[in-house]
């Protein structure tokens, strides 16, 4: 299940909040883990979190989408 963001920094305010609220070790110590996802980019240009096991309000709830498509990686050439 997914959260779907329209701005990166919208997205990794979520991932924080979880990580705060589980007491990730980055939160206490400054270290170590910080969220329980990342956010990845769709191919539409927004932002996905992937948010099972979160523990989501009513308005998240609504909010679900239960698939994304994932951008493209980008091809660099060396």
Do not use: C
């Amino acid at each position: 299940m997914y959260l779907i963001y329209d701005e990166l920094t919208d997205a990794e305010q979520r991932a924080d909040e979880e990580g705060q609220y589980r007491g990730y070790s980055f939160w206490i110590d400054g270290v170590g883990t910080k969220w329980l996802t990342a956010p990845v980019q769709t191919a539409e240009g927004d932002y996905a979190l992937e948010v099972s096991g979160y523990n989501l309000n009513e308005v998240e709830y609504d909010a679900l989408h239960e698939t994304i498509t994932l951008a493209e990686p980008e091809v660099v050439d060396v």
